[in-house]
């Protein structure tokens, strides 16, 4: 009986879906319709991971890619690209049929067309971001079609000011753009890990320094740090560069200030361990790199952070994990000296 009724419910979906694609096809005149249609595809397609395959099999996918690019109303345009995302982060079918280099170039238009709105651009990276996740391919064509390029150049200047008022509509609006921004450009260089575009990514980190420097905010530490610590994860190349930049001593300098707020909030202790995070991905394999932390005295940081009563055992193993990697080759007699008054109260 279960059978049946899912048999039913499934030859249900693809009825509906059937009337929608007729629907959007004889409502070109009528955004409104077209947006409601659109709406309730992206609503059966993510409470049935099979319907998105069958909407692919009867050409709904690839119509409503051209609507996306053909319509002239910015709320369909919108809404076509949020069920193009949707379709495709359910079913890894649909993601390669829709990772084309002709797609990429589509979205790169709009990303870099002065009439698209906040809204339609975020739509947009969130497709590339879906097109990229877990796709070898996705990420070189994101690479090869110049889209990358126009990721980075948003990461630059779609926040312009480090005074981030997100009670301001406009500037949140922005700062959702920048952030699904950021975790795309994550995607982008990891999982799997791509090292032409982690060489690429690594341009950004003086900008990424700046914001570090300049706001120290989680809504700013948390998509840097992540970005940061995914573009150099296992390249050295990228860990000298951001060296050589002063990327390590930014970190450092932002630790030490969290590190200290964290005695009087709870917030600044868990956004410190972010920081302590990224600053492992930087020398995990560098451990040479751990002396230029000792100028900060980053070890006894380390260890009073470690006695914070409100940190996880997670988020203690990863502090544990960064000391190890701090000591390992800086000089026993020079972490130990680092760390004495600490070690002499306990």
Same mark, same amino acid.
């Given at each position: ?154 990461? +630059?200047?779609?926040? %312009?000011?480090?005074? =981030?008022? &997100? ?5 949140? *609006?922005? @700062? ?45 530490? +948390?998509?840097?740090? %992540?970005?940061?610590? =995914?573009? &150099? ?5 990228? *860990?000298? @560069? ?105």
């Amino acid at each position: 009986h279960e059978r049946e009724r899912e048999a039913e419910t499934q030859e249900e979906g693809g009825t509906d879906l059937n009337l929608l694609l007729e629907c959007l096809k004889y409502q070109m005149d009528n955004p409104f319709s077209q947006k409601e249609a659109l709406v309730t595809i992206h609503s059966i397609c993510q409470q049935n991971s099979n319907a998105g395959v069958y909407f692919r099999e009867i050409g709904g996918l690839m119509f409503i890619k051209n609507l996306a690019k053909s319509s002239e109303h910015s709320m369909v345009k919108e809404a076509a690209l949020y069920t193009l995302g949707a379709v495709a982060e359910q079913s890894v079918y649909c993601q390669q049929t829709l990772c084309t280099s002709e797609l990429f170039e589509d979205l790169t238009s709009f990303l870099t067309n002065n009439d698209s709105n906040t809204n339609l651009k975020r739509m947009t990276v969130y497709v590339i971001l879906v097109l990229v996740s877990n796709n070898r391919s996705g990420q070189t064509l994101v690479r090869e079609t110049g889209c990358i390029t126009v990721l980075t150049q948003l990461f +630059r200047t779609v926040l %312009s000011k480090y005074e =981030l008022d &997100l009670s301001d509509k406009n500037t949140f *609006q922005s @700062y959702q753009l920048w952030s699904s921004v950021c975790s795309t450009l994550c995607v982008c260089v990891n999982n799997p890990q791509n090292d032409e575009n982690q060489m690429l990514c690594c341009s950004l980190f003086p900008h990424a320094n700046d914001w570090l420097i300049n706001c120290i905010k989680p809504e700013v530490i +948390r998509p840097i740090c %992540s970005f940061i610590g =995914l573009t &150099l994860a296992n390249n050295t190349y990228v *860990q000298k @560069y951001f060296i050589s930049v002063g990327g390590l001593d930014v970190l450092s300098q932002v630790l030490v200030q969290l590190e200290s707020d964290s005695h009087k909030t709870l917030s600044s202790a868990k956004l410190a361990v972010v920081v302590t995070k990224t600053v492992d991905a930087c020398i995990a394999d560098n451990p040479t790199f751990g002396i230029i932390l000792s100028k900060y005295q980053i070890v006894s940081k380390l260890l009073t952070l470690l006695l914070h009563e409100s940190l996880d055992s997670g988020e203690k193993f990863s502090i544990i994990l960064t000391l190890g990697h701090c000591t390992e080759d800086c000089g026993k007699e020079h972490a130990l000296k680092e760390s004495w008054p600490l070690n002499w109260s306990l």
